[in-house]
């Protein structure tokens, strides 16, 4: 019933996965990492680092690799610009095809660390003995900072998918009712499984206002908090396949191969309650709406 097809991926898009060069030492290159996702038949993956923009390696692989899309992104922490528009123009112009939010730069995240969150694994490893400007994307009363609606708006009209990094529920909310107000639809809420804050309460309202979350296979690693992965099936029962995607958000050296994750991810999720049909909305059909392909 729970058969192992080889051939699972075909037409799947992986939209977060990390890979060389980067600060730490991971997986492998995103000329190796297209070689194997061609070989599998997915239509592409999105590669990201937390400091520095991934469109070079984007068009490295591309150029080499026929018969899958590697696509590059930009963090906008410190290092990569921060909340700048600028940013996002650029790289957007550059062929990015997605944005974070601040991620090991988000006080949000930050606060988790010191809470002894797992996540204090990567973002103690980004600071290389400097001080950090933590950063939220909301102002004193709770509102929308205007940089980060400027951001917005150039995501609208470059047609690329905002992401919320390591921001708090409360932040996402708010980005998710300027994003629905402007109509912009490639608002995605990033590995929400892996904060306990937010609630399948938050993430309905979340995807109410048109967010769609995508769901983290890395957090059911040993390394990353051992979730059991029939939580991930209960979100989507929970807000509907069509308010989802999944990634594996792999890419660590002791993490199995990217693309070997992603088809395993499946099997899992099947295994614990999602249908054929969910499965090719999260890693098939919303993907490619979060990026605009079709």
């Known amino acids: 019933m729970y058969g192992f097809d080889k051939r699972c991926l075909e037409g799947a898009i992986d939209l977060h996965v990390h890979c060389v060069p980067d600060y730490v030492p991971r997986y492998c290159d995103a000329i190796d990492l297209a070689k194997e996702a061609a070989e599998a038949g997915m239509r592409g993956i999105v590669i990201k680092s937390h400091l520095i923009p991934t469109i070079g390696s984007a068009q490295l692989a591309n150029q080499i690799v026929e018969g899958t899309t590697i696509w590059g992104s930009v963090a906008l922490n410190n290092p990569a610009g921060g909340l700048n528009p600028r940013t996002v123009i650029a790289n957007a112009k550059a062929g990015a095809k997605e944005f974070w939010l601040p991620t090991i730069d988000a006080a949000f995240g930050y606060k988790k660390a010191a809470e002894d969150h ?70 995605d809420v990033t590995h929400p499984n892996i904060w ?40 989507v029962k929970y807000v509907g396949a069509e308010h989802c995607t999944m990634i594996t958000d ?40 979060m990026l605009a392909l079709d």
């Open 118 to 187: 797992w996540i204090k694994y990567y973002n103690g490893g980004g600071n290389f003995g400097r001080p950090i400007e933590y950063m939220t994307v909301t102002d004193e009363k709770g509102e929308l900072k205007p940089e980060v609606r400027d951001i917005v708006d150039v995501c609208k009209e470059y047609n690329v998918c905002l992401a919320s990094g390591h921001i708090s529920p409360e932040e996402t909310l708010e980005v998710a009712k300027y994003a629905h107000e402007i109509g912009f639809t490639q608002f």
């Open 250 to 289: 792999f890419g660590q050296t002791y993490s199995p191969s990217p693309v070997e994750g992603f088809r395993v991810f499946r099997m899992i999720m099947k295994r614990f309650g999602c249908d054929e049909r969910e499965l090719d909305l999260m890693m098939k059909v919303n993907p490619a709406r």
């Open 196 to 235: 306990p804050e937010y609630t399948f309460e938050k993430m309905k309202e979340l995807t109410d206002l048109g967010a769609t979350l995508s769901l983290g296979y890395g957090c059911t690693m040993p390394h990353n908090g051992s979730v059991h992965p029939k939580y991930l099936v209960d979100i």
